[in-house]
């Protein structure tokens, strides 16, 4: 069975930065497509960058140039590395996971794993 847990959320100042993680069990890294979305309180979700198996990333606007994907195949854990942290980022991080490339990464409907989300508070 999959799982998926987010760890490193938290509370910081603007301009700060925080690194998220995301431990997979049950799954492979290595042929897939492994996404990050936020959900900030009265929004829609929205996704904030993908990486495919190739290591291709793919990045929201909004965070481009501020945050980096990676993956580490051997420790099957995707990171967020977020800098200088706007108040507009605060929101419930989710790592997502699904087989095949990363087409249309931003459809969240694509993505059929979930983790249960970690709070990033920017202020």
């Known amino acids: 069975q999959v799982q998926l847990v987010e760890s490193g959320g938290g509370s910081v100042q603007a301009g700060g930065s925080l690194r998220l993680s995301c431990a997979a069990s049950?799954?492979?890294?290595?042929?897939?497509?492994m996404g990050w979305f936020r959900q900030a309180p009265g929004k829609e979700r929205e996704g904030v960058a993908a990486i495919g198996g190739d290591g291709t990333t793919s990045y929201a606007d909004s965070v481009k140039g501020r945050f980096t994907i990676s993956q580490d195949n051997a420790k099957n854990t995707l990171y967020l590395q977020m800098n200088s942290l706007k108040p507009e980022d605060t929101a419930l991080y989710y790592c997502?996971?699904?087989?095949?490339?990363?087409?249309?990464?931003?459809?969240?409907?694509?993505?059929?794993?979930w983790g249960q989300g970690t709070q990033v508070t920017v202020s």
């Open positions: 997502a996971a699904r087989g095949g490339a990363c087409w249309a990464w931003k459809d969240e409907n694509l993505y059929p794993q």
């Open positions: 049950g799954y492979t890294y290595s042929s897939n497509c």
